[in-house]
């Protein structure tokens, strides 16, 4: 069983939809959590970053963190043609060891459509 | 935008060659990382380094080796290509920020390998 699971899509959208996108994991060691957005033919992109539970608002984009449920979750609100990506969410323990080790998700690929 | 190069960006190359693939970040990062990524699959780390002359396997089997002469350069190298080498390699540098808890991973480009 892989430790972080992403449903793949592909997802289709509206221009002006809202979006959700998560992840699910079953290391309960991990702390710190990350989406990154990476476009075609380009390396990711840090989009979001939460330390623990809890939400994160930045423009359009909302990060949340439940640990409790080990899930992970992306909104993007207005969604517009130019958040048309792969998103792929991220997440690693505190310290030691796992410092700077990222765990991936298989990535979300999201077209917004005119 | 990060300041991390990768080149080439796409190589075609036969089975049996030595390839070397080239990093540069100019942010000063002691950390950086590479990882391998297969159309619609996971970033697997296969190689890491935490700063000069220190390497390390990632948790990706790798038949490739690294060195880190210098802070900002990491270069991949393949010994002899197989067509099972083909794959997307990603490097990556970070730093620490944020009072020491949130961590940026800046991305390259990516170069795209094709063994035949």
């Known amino acids: 069983q892989k430790e972080v699971e992403q449903d793949p899509g592909p997802l289709s959208v509206p221009e002006g939809a809202i979006v959700s996108l998560n992840c699910t994991y079953s290391?309960?060691?991990?702390?710190?959590f990350m989406w990154y957005r990476q476009y075609s033919r380009k390396g990711p992109e840090l989009l979001m970053y939460t330390y623990s539970s809890g939400n994160k608002e930045d423009g359009r984009f909302t990060a949340q963190v439940d640990k409790s449920s080990k899930y992970i979750s992306l909104f993007i609100r207005d969604s517009q043609p130019s958040d048309s990506a792969t998103y792929l969410c991220a997440m690693r323990g505190a310290g030691g060891t796992s410092y700077g080790k990222l765990t991936f998700g298989q990535g979300t690929i999201l077209t917004v459509h005119p | 935008e990060a300041d991390i190069y990768q080149t080439p960006r796409y190589l075609v190359i036969g089975t049996g060659k030595k390839i070397t693939l080239e990093c540069s970040q100019t942010m000063g990062h002691d950390k950086m990382y590479w990882y391998q990524q297969d159309p619609g699959m996971e970033l697997h780390l296969i190689h890491y380094?935490?700063?000069?002359?220190?390497?390390e396997k990632g948790d990706l089997s790798s038949e490739s080796t690294v060195s880190r002469i210098r802070t900002e350069h990491f270069p991949l190298t393949l010994e002899s290509a197989r067509p099972s080498h083909t794959s997307q390699y990603l490097c990556a540098s970070s730093e620490l920020a944020g009072g020491m808890l949130q961590e940026t991973q800046y991305f390259g480009p990516g170069t795209r390998l094709l063994v035949l």
């Open positions: 290391n309960s060691a991990f702390q710190y």
């Open positions: 380094s935490y700063g000069v002359n220190s390497t």
